[in-house]
């Protein structure tokens, strides 16, 4: 292989300013103004080195696979990065026809009361440092790791999920309208 063919395999990526970045045994660790979190890049075939204010990252072969793997493993760190920063927000939208839905969070669940007259409230989890607000009609999901917040809301649309009906003519349940970075208050 050329040389040129073998830079293809690898990648560089900015620091932020107000963002530091450890990596120790496999382990990212990266500090920002909105809080901590860490990421493991043990089952990921990614070699990683920090210098000054870049993240290096090299595949660990010349395969298309390798290529698509160490692109992954950039994203996912841009991700954080970015989520230390801003932030991210979820929108979720309650929808009934007839009984009215209501959302309370407790602790590190989120109740999911009165759905298609149902006595017993259902359970869904919340995922990491996220952050459920219901506002009226509206469930306001918040956080700085984008893999909790999205999980998180998944597991919201997925607990209101209409069982044994038509999901055509059934249509109530717990809807995400927006996505975007920042974190709204």
């Not at 230390?84 to 602790?107: A, D, L, Q, R, W």
């Not at 984008?146 to 055509?168: M, P, W, Y």
Request: proline share 3%; glycine share 8%; hydrophobic share 35%.
């Amino acid at each position: 292989m050329s040389t040129k063919q073998l830079s293809k395999f690898e990648e560089e990526l900015d620091i932020p300013d107000n963002v530091q970045v450890t990596y120790k045994s496999k382990m990212l660790q990266v500090t920002g103004p909105l809080g901590k979190t860490h990421k493991s890049f043990k089952k990921i075939p990614v070699d990683i080195t920090i210098n000054e204010k870049k993240i290096m990252l090299k595949a660990t072969g010349t395969r298309n696979k390798d290529f698509a793997i160490m692109r992954t493993a950039k994203s996912i760190i841009r991700n954080i990065c970015e989520g230390v920063i801003e932030g991210y927000t979820i929108k979720m939208k309650i929808v009934f026809s007839h009984f009215p839905i209501t959302v309370k969070v407790n602790e590190k669940n989120v109740l999911i009361e009165n759905f298609q007259g149902e006595r017993a409230p259902r359970l869904t989890k919340i995922w990491g440092g996220t952050k459920v607000t219901p506002k009226g009609d509206d469930v306001i999901i918040t956080g700085h790791v984008l893999t909790d917040v999205t999980q998180t809301a998944a597991e919201i649309e997925n607990g209101s999920r209409v069982k044994n009906k038509d999901h055509r003519v059934f249509l109530d349940g717990i809807y995400k309208f927006e996505k975007r970075k920042g974190i709204e208050k």
